[in-house]
């Protein structure tokens, strides 16, 4: 655990009344010589979460429209709520990139049992026997998505307060992917830290469920894998077809020659389905997130819709392994 007041940039604007307010409001630890220093933990973040969660919206909500830090202070201040250290503008004031990987860190060092574990686990297996190994069961839950994108970079991030183009500066010397929630400028799929932070702490809280309930997640295979089978027939079986019946209109099949053009479009259809394996197999760049920066529940319900429909069997399956900050200790 690291000592506090945390690190602040020198071009930052602050005052030694505002680092005194940091520190009345931190809880207080012992370190290793015995002294006491200040520290801002999971367990503080989701202390001050309590005193918001029920004025804020739903995590899908709130990674389609991504509130800004100004529309969530103006929220906490109609319903006359303490800002918390992470949307404070001065005094007191916590980088909300700086919170988010605290509260990550802290869980990425713990081992959490969950409800759907066996569950999970008797799906990977069958997804990665059925593609000897090559394939991985695909993540929905944001808060999930945002975890294992932590996990890949969680040993290069420092425990002192840095800025965000520093993060990424690090991440990037290691070739490792930027997160989605580091404002990297280089990609479009971003979204704010301060969003991912509070969507973390909602799952914390069991506002999630309602994206990972059975009704949700059969309806939408159900409509992903419709959407795979039409994609089959439109553009294997309709291919193939396309030169047996192009061939009659045209008056070049006949008796003598059916044989020849049966096999003709079995050959295009064959060629159909590479085409249509190459377009749709997850790939390692795919990064995980193809259906969206925090999987389909971070798009609107039409964009949803449209992404699942374009990319269905990417809703099933990743090529991108999961990994976690334990993965990194054990190659280290």
């Not at 630890?29 to 367990?43: H, I, M, Q, S």
């Amino acid at each position: 655990m690291s000592s506090f007041p945390p690190k602040i940039d020198d071009d930052d604007d602050s005052s030694n009344s505002s680092n005194e307010d940091i520190e009345k409001a931190m809880s207080k630890t012992l370190n290793e010589e015995g002294e006491e220093v200040y520290c801002y933990d999971a367990a503080t973040i989701r202390e001050e979460f309590r005193r918001y969660q029920s004025v804020l919206p739903k995590p899908d909500k709130l990674l389609q429209e991504q509130h800004s830090c100004e529309v969530l202070r103006e929220i906490m201040e109609k319903n006359d709520i303490e800002m918390p250290r992470f949307l404070k503008e001065e005094e007191g004031a916590v980088k909300p990139h700086y919170a988010l990987c605290r509260l990550l860190l802290e869980e990425a060092n713990k081992i959490k049992e969950k409800k759907n574990q066996c569950d999970v686990a008797v799906s990977s297996c069958l997804v990665g026997f059925l593609s000897f190994g090559c394939l991985y069961r695909q993540n929905h839950v944001p808060a999930d998505i945002i975890r294992e994108q932590f996990g890949r970079v969680a040993h290069v991030i420092s425990t002192e307060e840095v800025r965000p183009r520093v993060l990424r500066r690090n991440i990037r010397h290691r070739s490792l992917p930027v997160p989605n929630f580091f404002l990297d400028p280089e990609d479009t799929k971003q979204f704010p830290p301060h969003i991912a932070l509070i969507v973390l702490l909602q799952d914390g809280e069991k506002e999630s469920s309602h994206l990972n309930s059975a009704l949700v997640r059969v309806s939408w295979s159900l409509f992903a894998f419709t959407a795979l089978a039409l994609r089959l027939v439109l553009e294997v079986i309709g291919g193939a077809g396309a030169i047996w019946g192009g061939s009659e209109v045209f008056g070049l099949r006949g008796e003598d020659n059916k044989e020849l053009w049966r096999w003709l479009s079995i050959a295009v259809g064959i060629l159909c389905f590479l085409r249509v394996v190459t377009l749709n197999v997850p790939r390692k760049e795919d990064g995980g997130d193809i259906l969206g920066p925090a999987g389909p529940w971070s798009l609107r319900a039409p964009v949803r819709l449209r992404a699942v429909c374009e990319h269905p069997f990417h809703y099933f399956v990743r090529a991108q392994g999961p990994t976690t900050l334990a993965t990194h200790k054990k190659e280290q």
